[in-house]
């Protein structure tokens, strides 16, 4: 079965140009929002120290409800280990 849609108009020009700039910028903060962090393996994040570099004495390190308790970083994305490590560190 074939669909045919017409001749273009006045009416389906002006819905397409209202949507389409909405449904791109939708798209686009979607991409931003998923892109805003770094992955771990990116980052070469391990759960371990390195010597005495970890996460917990990294200014980007957001500790969790204590001291033991996994939190998160403004660098790397998911669940981090207070005892951590990444390339991302920077000591406090």
Known sequence: MRTTFGPPTRGRFLRSAILLPAL????GA????????????S?????SPNGSMQCSGCKFFIPGQDAKSSGSCQIVDGSISPSGYCIAYVAK
């Open 30 to 41: 979607a991409a931003l929002a998923d892109s805003s962090k770094a992955s771990p393996a």
């Open 43 to 47: 980052m070469r994040y391990q759960t």
């Open 24 to 27: 791109a910028s939708l798209a």
